[in-house]
């Protein structure tokens, strides 16, 4: 029995995932920009100005279930997301802009298709297998690239022939070589950080074990007042998170969740938590949770390159755009080399 060695596994591991790694690196490039093709798609939803908060409340009092996301700078309108995943989108007057069913068009079959397959809770699961390969086939494609002798800059050099030519392959090895090495890091960070978030509750636990240390910040007192309906639970946040804002609305079971200005998260992590007499239960401040927790909160801000500005969000993108070239240059090659063979 022949044991396969490192060129083996990387040849067989990437034609296994070429198909799914195209899927991820497209949708997941095309979601960088998910608010702005929105807005191209649907231009209704380009609002002058943001919905304001009092006008958000009077919306969300509407419903009874599902989640609404706040306005933003970069997301101006009012957007709740019912238990069927049908998005309702609101302008400042409460004036419904637009429907969008559950893939009922092209982005939300992105959407869907990113984040776990279009199977629900099935696709999660496959994608973390995926993510796991595809980490074993980028490490196997650094460690056998790895000069052993001469010098990097030959290493990387890259001879330019027609692909469609006998001498293509060449062009389509080297360009293969060139690319998965100088993009090496953002491939990394995106197959990590994707793969992390598939496994979010055992990484968070992971991570919380292994850095348990907290550090206390101090909050005013829990506010006393009875707040019965979302315009009012939403005038309590700047009295119990005076730093943060609210960015999420749980509808069935009131709760909000506020983000710090420094915090990572483009969502936040600090909650707050409401009786059904409609008081503050219980505020979550998220710095004051364990190290680990904290640094789990920052893998999908990374992950979405929601933080490091434009030059991160390139960087991301660069990623991705190296993740369409490696698996068609990879193929590729592949099949000219074996029709070579063949001849």
Sequence with gaps: MVTPNLTQWHRWLGLTLSLWMLLMAISGSLLLYKNELLMLLYPQLALAEPVSVSAAGTIADGF???YALMPTADRPWFEVVDAEKTHYYYDANGTLLLERHYLGDTMSWLVE????????ELGKDIL???GLLSIALITTGIVRWWPR???????????WF????KRGMQTLWQL?????????????IVIITGTAIMYAAPVKSVLV??????????????????????????????????TAEARLLYLEEPQIRAK???????????????TPSGTVAKVIDERSTALGNRVSNMIYPTHVAAIGGSLYLTIILLSGLALIVLPISGVWFYVKRRGQRLK
């Design 209 to 242: 074990s292994l850095f348990p240390q907290t550090q206390q910040h101090s909050l005013p007192p829990l506010p006393d007042k009875q707040a019965s309906n979302w315009s009012q639970r939403l005038a309590l946040v700047e009295q119990a998170l005076p």
């Design 176 to 188: 293969h070589r060139f690319i998965g090495v100088t993009l090496f890091v953002p491939i990394v």
């Design 64 to 66: 009874s279930s599902g």
């Design 113 to 120: 298709l990113h984040h776990h397959l279009a199977l629900n």
């Design 128 to 130: 973390g297998i995926l």
């Design 260 to 274: 710090h200005q420094t915090e990572w998260h483009p969502n936040g992590r600090n909650y707050l938590q409401f």
């Design 149 to 159: 002798r001469g010098s990097f800059s030959r290493a990387l050099s890259v001879r």
């Design 162 to 165: 027609n692909p469609f030519s």
